[in-house]
């Protein structure tokens, strides 16, 4: 496991990702603020969330694609760790992306609720659950792209890598599109939906654990 | 020097085979003693990155064994990567690194790391601090793989073209490195390099790979003493001697080729015999095939 937090210690350090996600989620952040002043409102949010959620998906390839350009897989393939302890660092990175997504939503919604107590009202107990579904497309997204990447590598592949990314776009702008039906009373956010919700994040933790197993099976085998 | 029987062995290869689409790599079989200096010559694509790799296992092979520090497993190598420095012959690190992140980075993964003779080999290559690793200059991008590759004191060396990019004063520098490296007699050092007059200078054994087979392996002394370069005039090119003789090459004033030494009893003493560099080894066997 010390492996593995070093190894996405790496990945972070790989191409300034800390650094660009700070930055995407502060413009995102200021945007959102923003959008809630004007005639958006409440919608400013989903608007914001969108942008974190593709922001954060961009940032989940960055390693790849720096390794495709400069060949990190070689520069890894040098230190004292395990093929599979580069594959799980990489998952863990996506998770610790999934992480700060979700704190960065929170901060969001809260400081929202903070300058303008109206907006969300009764919904935002549903708004703080609704952020899970951004690490949790994210994480989806890290499940199909890395097993690939991990084969083939980024530079390969790289319009097939990002169909995760543009998928994610379609759900979100379906769920913003949905909201009413969703975020409602009647929506998974309510007591009737949580046992799809459940189900929801049970299949997609099971999802991830498969692709970790089947990415850690495809890396061991390649030829760097 | 000598190798004895009883010398330990700090790589052996053993029948290495790796096969791609359009190359193969066949029946590899090297040893280098602890205390030695082994060079790998060969032409472009003959199969020598694809060795280290194997020895590196970033490739898996399709046939042979590989002792590696006495580790003969990948997980058992893997696990004994603080023993050992890389130089790889491509660019290594993320492009805006600088001195300080390759240090900061690689720090934590290397127990016996050492920031203070880091920091030395840093100066004492010239290696600037601020700039980032894709502004430097390849034989900058070297110098610095080389000092994160010395810099946790490992037993051995596997460097790919570390003298490419590097100017004259630089290349004497390292390979009197290298020679200071192993003068304890438990280190060694295995190098690929084009610059054959500096592994004449260096290196105590040669593997010579062409086209993905192994051509020799040994005392650089014995595989130049192995030949001899024949000059002589058009008159004197016998079928025979046409067909002895590696690398033929003629021109309007006659011809000139390898010749195995063994072969050259009964030769006309119109044909001049001199001994050969191993740059011209390298010349003559890639004109020709192997007798």
Known sequence: MRNAVRIMRLDMRSVNTRSSILFIYLITDLVTVALAFSPMQKTAFLVGFGGLIGGSGACLITPFIASGQRGLDAFYALLPVRRRDVVNGHYLFAVTLGGLLLLNTWLIVIVLHWLRPTLFSADLPILIAFALVGPFMLLLMSSVQYPIVMRIGYEKAPYLIFLPIVAAGLVSGYIAGSSTDLLGPRGVFSARGYPLLGLSLAGGAAVFLVSLLVARRLYGQRDL | ?291
């Open chain 2, 1 to 291: 020097m000598m190798v004895t029987g009883e010398e330990e062995n700090l790589i052996v290869v053993d029948g290495l085979a790796k096969q791609y689409k359009e190359f193969t790599l066949h029946g590899i079989h090297f040893h280098l003693p602890a205390g030695y200096i082994m060079g790998m010559i060969g032409p472009n694509g003959a199969g020598k990155t694809t060795t280290i790799k194997a020895l590196l296992d970033m490739i898996r092979p399709d046939a042979g064994t590989i002792s590696l520090l006495g580790a003969a497993t990948a997980a058992d190598r893997i696990a004994l990567r603080d023993s050992l420095g890389v130089q790889l012959d491509t660019t290594l690190y993320p492009d805006y690194w600088r001195v300080k992140q390759v240090a900061k980075s690689l720090r934590s993964f290397f127990p016996q790391w050492d920031d203070a003779y880091f920091d030395q080999l840093c100066t004492d290559m010239e290696i600037p601090l601020k700039t980032k690793y894709k502004s430097m200059s390849r034989g900058t991008q070297v110098k610095l793989q080389l000092a994160a590759a010395l810099a946790h004191h490992p037993r051995l060396l596997i460097l790919d073209e570390p003298t490419a990019g590097l100017d004259p004063l630089a290349r004497d520098e390292l390979l009197t490195r290298l020679q200071d490296f192993i003068a304890d007699g438990q280190h060694s050092v295995l190098l690929s390099t084009h610059l054959t007059g500096d592994l004449e200078r260096i290196a105590d054994f040669l593997l010579y790979i062409r086209g993905g087979r192994q051509q020799f392996f040994g005392h650089v002394d014995d595989l130049l003493g192995q030949y001899v370069l024949i000059k002589g005039g058009l008159a004197d090119l016998t079928p025979a001697l046409r067909a002895a003789l590696i690398g033929l090459r003629t021109h309007s004033e006659g011809l000139s080729g390898l010749l195995a030494v063994d072969q050259t009893v009964g030769l006309p003493d119109t044909l001049l015999q001199e001994s050969i560099t191993l740059e011209e080894l390298m010349i003559y066997f890639g004109r020709g095939p192997h007798a």
